[in-house]
């Protein structure tokens, strides 16, 4: 416990002494009259009194090279203003968002040295800015004029810095409609970096640079593209790159730009180009990112419209493109630029792909790093993905109705390190729905996670790597219970012991088929089984009852007989044998009702001196008699002598001879009962011998 008090103060103390570095960095260096602090200065000159409400400049220490009084009160910029200012070797004014009419050119001249002037939002006029031009330092690099509301553009502005090293002008948020930049480069002959944007400009009119990098253009009244072409070559022959975004531009004339053949970026979003022909950025020869999001009536992309060796990034997001197979042929609108590697199609319809398709459409561009296909209306996660796009290092399938992560899809993309699966329709994960590399970002959040055992594995990998999850844990929630899954209290233990109970599930009912099938064996085997019991059950009896004494014997003979045989048993041997006086057992008409069969057969049996087997295709085919015989026979065994009498009713045919029955007759020792009168009364008197001979013998002694 101590150790973590200790290590948590130490953390303390390592974030206070990183933000007293901070603080030093930046500290308050002058004050006003009541101590309270109007700029922050930092030690390598720079000096900051923003948003002050200063209306004069106040004593700035000496040291100051660089000056940013943005947003104050200043309106007028002259020598007596100066007098604040000891140093005059400032290489940095910021002075934006004041309140300046007017500046001094004495004012102006004073900075020698001056390379960065910003002067934006400020209530200038044409007027005036020319005349403080005039006495600027010729060392100026960067010039911002943008937010002054000038109303028209003219050459004479920038006469007075013909010659300069001026590298970027800003002039962006003004008014203009027209822009007459016929002189402009032959002022500004290392201007590299020139802003038009947020005018009202519809007519572009510039001379040559060779120097120009960066033009931008964006949201301006252009209804085409400006004419950087002509038959005296490009205007612009080293530009770099161009925004011609949020323009009216409605057709994209490539003969105004075909000869920009250093130009790397092109930004045509926001315009209100309808179609992307084809070979459309074939002859710009380095181009390398376009930009074309939002463009509200776009609505066509020609097969080959990317045609492009050079082409590495694509931005068409937010264009309500259908990627479906009539209104795009999917396997050609990415053809022909075989260098892609950011693919931003994200907030078009791109539900109705199938997966085919997909692979279709990626297998163009398979050197793709980073994906975007957010918003895209898609209910699953292209195959595509993982088996083509073996580069991948970023994924965004953000706001779509993805429900499920296929097990092992990140498995082949070894180079994913950024994931936005966000607001999604996932319930869960796992870990074989995670890539194992290691991730720098991964964003879960807005699933309607289903908060169950199953969540216990995410809930940990969330918590493990709480710094690259975004939006970890507040939107990170329960569909059901609206509990954040940082909160949830699911029990690992619990978990465990459902595991258990379904482990113990699992074995009762193993357990009771198990007893089910011992069951059905022992009910099939239970002839079998009662005999060996009557088996263990007759020695016992044996052993109780000694020599068995024919003064125990309460029948002469037991009769054996199947149901179907016994009337004619009944009347052919019972009733014939009781005529003679022979004490005669059969059950079918003297067991005695209520006592189990089982028992009263087995002491009825041993209790009779003979057992007769009257053997049938019946008797064969009867289990109950099956059991008499096998009890008969092994009481035979043990006896020694012979108590079996088997009668023979019929020919037993062939399928019913089973071994036991083979041995019953197979030595001849039975009496076959012919239905032929004398036969059968031969064999009767036969019979009545055997018994009463024994019964003579052996019962007379006892009576
Ligand atoms: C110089 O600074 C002081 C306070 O710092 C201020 O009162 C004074 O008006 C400033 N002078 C000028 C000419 O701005
Ligand atoms: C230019 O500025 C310097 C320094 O303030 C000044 O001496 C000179 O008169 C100014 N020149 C013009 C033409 O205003
Ligand atoms: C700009 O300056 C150059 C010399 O640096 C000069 O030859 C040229 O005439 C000047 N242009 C204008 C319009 O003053
Ligand atoms: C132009 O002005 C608007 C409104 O004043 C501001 O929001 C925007 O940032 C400005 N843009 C530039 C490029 O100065
Ligand atoms: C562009 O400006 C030049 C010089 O001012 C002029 O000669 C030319 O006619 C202008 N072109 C257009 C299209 O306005
Ligand atoms: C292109 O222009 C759009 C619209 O103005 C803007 O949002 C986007 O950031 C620009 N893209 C690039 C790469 O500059
Ligand atoms: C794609 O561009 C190449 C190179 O410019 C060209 O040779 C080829 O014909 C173009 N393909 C199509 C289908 O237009
Ligand atoms: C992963 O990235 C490395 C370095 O960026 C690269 O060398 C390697 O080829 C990439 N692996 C795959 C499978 O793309
Ligand atoms: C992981 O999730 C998948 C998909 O829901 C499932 O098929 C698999 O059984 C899970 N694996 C584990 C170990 O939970």
């Not at 060392?139 to 028209?152: A, D, E, M, P, W």
């Not at 028992?599 to 099956?626: A, I, P």
């Amino acid at each position: 416990m101590e150790k973590y008090i200790l290590l948590a103060c130490f953390i303390q103390l390592i974030v206070i002494c990183h933000g007293s570095k901070e603080y030093r960095l930046r500290q308050p260096c002058v004050f006003d009259s009541s101590r309270k602090p109007l700029c922050w200065c930092s030690g390598d000159g720079y000096t900051d009194c923003s948003g002050q409400g200063l209306n004069y400049i106040p004593v700035l220490p000496k040291t100051t090279t660089r000056l940013k009084l943005r947003n104050n009160h200043l309106e007028i910029l002259n020598v007596e203003t100066l007098k604040n200012i000891s140093n005059n070797q400032l290489t940095y004014l910021d002075v934006s968002k004041n309140r300046i009419k007017k500046i001094d050119s004495d004012f102006i001249g004073v900075f020698k040295r001056l390379q960065t002037l910003d002067l934006n939002v400020n209530p200038l006029t044409n007027e005036e800015l020319k005349t403080s031009m005039k006495n600027i330092s010729t060392s100026l690099q960067k010039l911002f004029i943008s937010g002054l509301t000038l109303s028209h553009f003219d050459d004479d502005l920038l006469k007075p810095l013909n010659g300069s090293k001026i590298t970027v002008l800003g002039l962006s948020n003004n008014s203009f409609h027209d822009f007459n930049g016929g002189h402009i480069f032959n002022y500004l002959k290392h201007l590299t970096t020139l802003y038009l944007s947020y005018n009202h400009i519809n007519n572009f009119n510039a001379s040559r640079s060779y120097s120009l990098k960066q033009l931008s253009l964006s949201r301006n009244d252009l209804t085409e593209v400006p004419p950087f072409c002509s038959t005296a070559g490009a205007l612009f022959p080293n530009l770099e790159q161009l925004y011609i975004d949020q323009n009216c531009i409605s057709v994209l004339n490539m003969n105004n730009l075909n000869c920009l053949d250093n130009l790397i970026l092109l930004n045509i979003s926001e315009t209100r180009i309808e179609t992307l022909g084809s070979n459309t950025f074939n002859k710009l020869k380095r181009l390398s990112a376009l930009s074309a999001h939002y463009m509200e009536s776009f609505n066509y992309i020609e097969p080959f419209a990317f045609n492009s060796s050079s082409l590495e990034k694509i931005n068409i997001r937010d264009n309500n493109l259908q990627f479906k197979v009539p209104k795009m042929d999917i396997s050609l609108v990415f053809s022909g630029c075989p260098n892609l590697k950011i693919l931003d199609i994200s907030n078009n319809f791109l539900g109705n792909l199938r997966n085919a398709e997909w692979g279709l459409l990626f297998s163009k561009i398979s050197k793709l790093t980073y994906v975007d296909i957010s918003r895209g209306y898609l209910l699953y996660l292209p195959n595509a993905i993982p088996n083509v796009l073996h580069n991948l290092k970023e994924l965004r399938v953000s706001d779509n109705g993805i429900d499920f992560v296929p097990p092992g899809y990140f498995n082949t993309l070894h180079n994913i390190t950024d994931i936005y699966l966000n607001s999604n329709k996932l319930t869960t994960l796992n870990h074989t729905q995670l890539p194992t590399t290691k991730l720098h970002h991964l964003n879960l959040a807005y699933n309607p996670f289903v908060c169950d055992c199953n969540i216990l594995w995410l809930i940990n990998y969330l918590k493990l790597h709480k710094r690259i999850v975004s939006y970890y844990p507040s939107h990170y929630i329960c569909a059901d219970t609206k509990l954040r899954l940082e909160d949830l209290n699911i029990e690992k233990r619990s978990c465990l012991i459902g595991e258990q109970t379904s482990t113990i599930i699992k074995c009762s009912c193993f357990s009771v088929m198990l007893i089910l099938v011992i069951i059905s064996g022992v009910y099939r085997n239970r002839w079998r089984l009662r005999y060996f019991m009557y088996i263990l059950n007759y020695k016992r009896r044996k052993y109780i009852n000694g020599n068995m004494k024919s003064s125990n014997f309460s029948h002469d003979v037991y009769i054996s007989c199947s149901e179907p045989d016994f009337n004619f048993v009944y009347s052919n041997i019972v009733e014939k044998l009781e005529e003679n006086n022979v004490n005669v057992y059969i059950s079918e008409r003297d067991a005695v009702g209520g006592s189990l069969k089982i028992t009263s057969t087995l002491e009825n049996m041993d209790g009779s001196r003979f057992v007769m087997l009257c053997l049938s295709n019946s008797y064969v085919q009867d289990h109950w008699c099956e059991y008499e015989t096998y009890m008969a026979m092994e009481r035979s065994i043990y006896e020694g002598h012979d108590v079996l009498i088997v009668v023979l009713l019929e020919d037993i045919s062939s399928v019913n001879m089973n071994k036991t029955i083979h041995k019953l007759v197979k030595n001849n020792d039975f009496i076959l009962w012919d239905t032929n009168e004398d036969a059968s009364h031969l064999s009767l008197r036969r019979l009545v011998r055997l018994i009463g001979d024994e019964n003579t013998t052996i019962r007379s002694p006892s009576t």
